[in-house]
T-cell receptor
Framework: ETGVTQSPTHLIKTRGQQVTLRCSSQ?????VSWYQQALGQGPQFIFQ???????GRGNFPPRFSGLQFPNYSSELNVNALELDDSALYLC?????????????FGQGTRLTVV | GENVEQHPSTLSVQEGDSAVIKCTYS??????FPWYKQELGKRPQLIID?????GEKKDQRIAVTLNKTAKHFSLHITETQPEDSAVYFC????????????FGQGTILTVHP
């Protein structure tokens, strides 16, 4: 196990609703990245948080937002849910700041929008 | 931004054979290339990685090679076992994309007993 935990594991929401997903990073890690993995696809980078600040964003609209807390855990918020937001949402924990280091993934949150 | 292409999309081998998965990347500034294994319904697991200052890295039955000039890298699995069956993803990061992984589309590896 990686020590990276996500909650909840599964979630069903209605189109137009809002959702918050949570991630606890591995001990000693200060960076959390969020990815969206559609069925049969590779993970797509949403954004990254390093020491509580957003440190890069992928090609996702502003209704995808996030936070990182002083203990380096993180939240992903999605507003105005659309059917295409249905996917596995993964967070990855790493030690950033100096060079690229190993990123360890949580088990993911399976979001279904109906 | 970075773009990673992965081939083949599916790979079927007999137990004991070797398997090779290839990836190409577009950003010459990328300098870190991990490989992940994802079993059905589970998290991606890092199985091996390589940095741009080396050309090859090996860990038991798994090896990765990197050709910076051609901008491609490959995963080699020898003596495959049924438990190697999974989806394998390559990824790249570095340069202006520091720490943000760009993944390939994945390869479904099936090892037949």
């Amino acid at each position: 196990e990686t020590g990276v935990t996500q909650s909840p594991t599964h979630l069903i929401k209605t189109r137009g609703q809002q959702v918050t997903l949570r991630c606890s990073s591995q001990s000693g890690h200060n960076t959390v990245s969020w990815y969206q993995q559609a069925l049969g696809q590779g993970p797509q980078f949403i954004f990254q948080y390093y020491r509580e600040e957003e440190n890069g964003r992928g090609n996702f609209p502003p209704r995808f937002s996030g936070l990182q807390f002083p203990n380096y855990s993180s939240e992903l918020n999605v507003n105005a849910l659309e059917l295409d937001d249905s996917a596995l949402y993964l967070c990855a924990s790493s030690l950033g700041g100096v060079r690229n280091t190993e990123a360890f993934f949580g088990q993911g949150t399976r979001l279904t929008v109906v | 931004g970075e773009n990673v292409e992965q081939h083949p999309s599916t790979l079927s081998v007999q137990e004991g054979d070797s398997a090779v998965i290839k990836c190409t990347y577009s950003d010459s500034a990328s300098n870190y290339f991990p490989w992940y294994k994802q079993e059905l319904g589970k998290r991606p697991q890092l199985i091996i990685d390589i940095r741009s200052n080396v050309g090859e890295k090996k860990d038991q039955r798994i090896a990765v090679t990197l050709n910076k000039t051609a901008k491609h890298f490959s995963l080699h699995i020898t003596e495959t076992q049924p438990e190697d069956s999974a989806v394998y993803f390559c990824a790249a990061t570095g340069g202006t994309s520091y720490g943000k992984l760009t993944f390939g589309q994945g390869t479904i590896l099936t090892v037949h007993p």
